[in-house]
Structures are given as C-alpha cells and as structure tokens.
C-alpha cells in the first residue's frame, strides 16, 4: 500500500518548455488534489478534482491544465513553463469519511524553471 | 477564501520544554486538521477535530478545537527533537463552496526547531 505516488521528484525546465507532474492513489480515494507549496506562502491549491470525472479550479489555477485520468491518476501539465512556477507541488487525495476531509499527500515534486 | 492564521511563524526551543502554537480565523469550520511537515517530504496527518471544544491527545500532543470552531491550539508536552517540523492547521467550510469545493484552507504553519 504505497499511498499518494508523486512522479519525478525533481526537475529542471527551461522557461517555455511543458510538463506533466503525474499522480497516482491506491487507497480508493475519491477526491484528488494539486497544490503548489512556496516559501512564506503555505499551501495554496491548484485544482482539485472531487470526483472521477470531474475537475474544477482552486486558488491559483493559472497556467497550469488537469487530467482525471481514471479513479486513481490525477495529472498536474505546465503548457509554458515560466520562473514563476517554481516551487514544490503536492499532490493529495481524499475519501472524505463521514464527511471529514482527511488528506494524504505525496512526497512532493520539486520543479525549477530557468 | 477562509483564512487561517497561525501562530508563532518560527519556535526554537530546547529539549524537554513545553510550547503551545496557535491557528486561528474570524470562519466557522466544519472539521479543523494539524498536520506535520518534515524537510523534503509531504504533511502528514495527525490528528482531526470536529466539535466544538474538543481536545485530542496523541502522545505528548493535546490538540484543542476551540468552542465556536473558528480556532485551535497544538499543545507539546516535553518537546523532543523528534517533533523538529513544520506544523500545518487547516480548515474544512462548514459547506462547499463554489470556488474549492471541499479542498482544505491551510495556515502559513508553524516551523518548529527543538534542539537537544
């Protein structure tokens, strides 16, 4: 049972270049999140998606495109990437218990762009 | 957005000291959660409130919802070096909302640094 699975840990883009931050849940989880960590900023979300199928905008969703690929894959696409994207992103999911809105999050993607 | 204010940013303490951090806002919260955040890694879940006025403990931990839920305390008892982290509250509205849905507010956090 591995939980939340971010993939790459790192990367190192130029400003311009795309790519996708993928993640994946075994735990059945049927809400999924992206969320950006910056310093002296704290968490903000990205887009979450509820449920499978379904997708919607958080807090700063600029730039940035989501996939619910099924159940357990939500992916995170930077189009264009620009220096402001810098930062580490979180991907987290949820099963929302009895209505409490528990979340397990990933290891964390650490992405810089030049 | 609900905002969540957490107190203080930075704590360095030592060993064996007892410390209490603060989460606060002016929003009513259906569920309050804490987690810890170690260097490197993602936040980790520790414990979750939901009616007003209850107290958690786990371990040398006591978490506290506060009575109208707008507000929460994490209190260490004999902080270890172990309990060295970031120390992240957040909120769940007391409904969806049109924006996030039923993402979580976070607090800035709370980085603890207990030196032996």
């Known amino acids: 049972n591995a939980g939340v699975t971010q993939t790459p840990k790192f990367q190192v883009l130029k400003t311009g270049q795309s790519m996708t931050l993928q993640c994946a849940q075994d735990?059945?989880?049927?809400?999924m999140y992206w969320y950006r960590q910056d310093p002296g900023m704290g968490l903000r979300l990205i887009y979450y998606s509820a449920s499978e199928g379904t997708t919607d905008k958080g807090e700063v969703p600029n730039g940035y495109n989501v996939s619910r690929l099924n159940k357990r894959e939500f992916s995170l696409r930077l189009e264009s990437a620009a220096p402001s994207q810098t930062s580490v992103y979180f991907c987290?999911?949820?099963?929302?218990?009895?209505?409490?809105?528990?979340?397990?999050f990933g290891p964390g993607t650490r992405l810089t762009v030049l | 957005t609900q905002l969540l204010e957490q107190s203080p940013q930075f704590l360095s303490i030592q060993e064996g000291e007892n410390l209490t951090v603060y989460c606060n806002s002016s929003?009513?919260?259906?569920?309050l959660q804490w987690y810890r955040q170690e260097p490197g890694e993602g936040p980790v879940l520790l414990v979750t409130?939901?009616?007003?006025?209850e107290v958690k403990k786990l371990k040398r931990l006591t978490f506290q919802f506060g009575d109208a839920r707008k507000d929460s305390s994490l209190h260490i008892t004999a902080a270890q070096p172990g309990d060295t982290g970031l120390y992240l509250c957040a909120g769940a509205g007391v409904s969806p909302n049109s924006n996030s849905g039923y993402a979580l507010n976070f607090g800035k956090g709370t980085s603890l640094l207990v030196t032996p």
């Open positions: 409130v939901v009616t007003g006025g």
């Open positions: 735990m059945n989880h049927n809400s």
């Open positions: 929003s009513v919260f259906s569920s």
């Open positions: 987290a999911s949820s099963g929302r218990l009895a209505g409490v809105n528990e979340q397990f």
